[in-house]
T-cell receptor
Framework: QQQVKQSPQSLIVQKGGISIINCAYE??????FPWYQQFPGKGPALLIA?????SEKKEGRFTISFNKSAKQFSLHIMDSQPGDSATYFC?????????FGTGTRLKVLA | DAGVIQSPRHEVTEMGQEVTLRCKPI?????LFWYRQTMMRGLELLIY????????DSGMPEDRFSAKMPNASFSTLKIQPSEPRDSAVYFC???????????FGSGTQLSVL
């Protein structure tokens, strides 16, 4: 019940395309859903986050869609760029304890 | 602010040796976390401090692992004795409060031979 399932494991997208990464959770106590971006040799950095009182949050080219009834949330990267190539982690948290997904390695082809 | 600072960036040691990883959180942040990242298990929370006090150490794998936070600007994670299965990237992260944005350091790549 503490797991966050993330898919796909890897993703290749053409420059300008849309990248979509999905996550699912089971614990209804989770109330904070961040997405982290990690470049090789660096720590994860917060990209965008959402709380369950809204169904969508957009920041620039990045959008989180949240479906509370299905217990699913997804990250959409519009107009994907080669600089977006990184590993993306979803997470869910009821408090201080973040449960991270297993990560999606995104490669955007120039 | 320089962000969360971890040292060393890389550590190579032999099995049985003591390893100490260091972390300086962002000034003013009250919460500090140690995470371990491996291919097999992903990002795992090892221990969480709030106001320098260990709140949750349920993720510490075994007694060989210990962590301290003697003051608000410094924390250590010690492994004694180290084993090859401890090889991983260890991240320190801090946040202004328990359920707020996490800021990660660049990590320590530990290799135990």
């Amino acid at each position: 019940q503490q797991q966050v399932k993330q898919s796909p494991q890897s993703l290749i997208v053409q420059k300008g395309g849309i990248s979509i990464i999905n996550c699912a959770y089971e614990n209804t106590a989770f109330d904070y859903f961040p997405w982290y971006q990690q470049f090789p040799g660096k720590g994860p950095a917060l990209l965008i986050a959402i709380r369950p009182d809204v169904s969508e949050k957009k920041e620039g080219r990045f959008t989180i869609s949240f479906n509370k009834s299905a217990k699913q949330f997804s990250l959409h990267i519009m107009d994907s760029q080669p600089g977006d190539s990184a590993t993306y982690f979803c997470a869910a948290s009821p408090s201080y304890k973040y449960i991270f997904g297993t990560g999606t390695r995104l490669k955007v082809l120039a | 602010d320089a962000g969360v600072i971890q040292s060393p960036r890389h550590e190579v040691t032999e099995m049985g040796q003591e390893v100490t990883l260091r972390c300086k959180p962002i000034s003013g942040h009250n919460s500090l976390f140690w995470y371990r990242q491996t291919m097999m298990r992903g990002l795992e929370l090892l221990i969480y401090f709030n106001n320098n006090v260990p709140i949750d150490d349920s993720g510490m794998p075994e007694d060989r692992f210990s962590a301290k936070m003697p003051n608000a600007s410094f924390s250590t994670l010690k492994i004694q004795p180290s084993e090859p299965r401890d090889s991983a990237v260890y991240f320190c992260a801090s946040s202004p409060g328990p359920n707020e944005k996490l800021f990660f350091g660049s990590g320590t790549q530990l290799s135990v031979l």
